[in-house]
């Protein structure tokens, strides 16, 4: 199943105020975060990714340990000698690479998000939702596909739909859907993003 936006420019001010509304909860949500889904945020998936990798390296590193000292114990066994000391030192070499300190993305603030959307080429622009996807089809041409995981809110008000990433924002207005019927395309998008928020029941 797809459903088709076909995007307009942002110009009614009831919606572009909907709009800051969306960003501005984003920000609320991003510096006093709730529990979710049984989701983890960006910093500790990295955490547990680091110290899950660690403790494999280690068990590697010790088998390398024990492959070097049998090879120690016997000294006409070259071969054991060389494929101990290589061993371990993969393991070090492995070990210094996924320690390294990873640089972390900071996400975009309110106006750095409300420049980017008012920026864009809304004009014969067309955004296509798909299992594999957000497909953002520019007017000018080309194509890009945004995976649902990259996507970390969707905010919905009375006019406009909100979709957040840690970078990027992407507005649609709920006049601009083509193709499919709107209640069964917010069932589809509940099912593949953690954290779907009504704006309207916050009034």
């Known amino acids: 199943m797809e459903y088709a ?3 307009r420019p942002l110009r009614n001010p009831a919606v572009l105020a909907q709009l800051a509304d969306a960003l501005e909860e984003r920000a609320q949500l ?4 709730r529990r979710k889904k049984d989701t983890l945020s960006p910093k500790e998936r990295l955490r547990r990714k680091k110290l899950r990798y660690r403790i494999y390296l280690a068990a590697l590193a010790f088998m390398g340990l ?18 101990g000391g290589a061993a371990l030192t993969a393991c070090c070499g492995i070990w210094l690479w996924f ?37 953002i089809c520019p007017a000018r041409g080309g194509e890009e596909l945004v995976p649902y995981r990259e996507i970390q809110f969707a905010f919905e008000s009375d006019d406009l739909l909100v ?5 990027r924002a992407m507005a649609l207005q709920t006049l601009e859907l083509s193709w499919g019927d709107w209640e069964e395309f917010r069932k ?8 779907m928020v009504d704006l309207r029941k916050a009034k």
């Open 5 to 7: 936006f076909e995007l």
């Open 30 to 33: 991003l510096s006093h975060p």
């Open 66 to 83: 024990v492959l070097l000292a049998f090879a120690l114990a016997d000294p006409a066994g070259e071969l054991k000698t060389l494929l």
């Open 99 to 135: 320690s390294r300190e990873v640089r972390r993305v900071s996400p975009a603030s309110k106006d750095q998000l409300m420049t980017q959307v008012g920026k864009a080429e809304r004009a014969g622009a067309r955004v296509i939702f798909s299992e594999d996807g957000m497909r």
């Open 163 to 167: 979709l957040t990433g840690q970078r």
């Open 188 to 195: 589809f998008l509940s099912l593949r993003i953690d954290e």
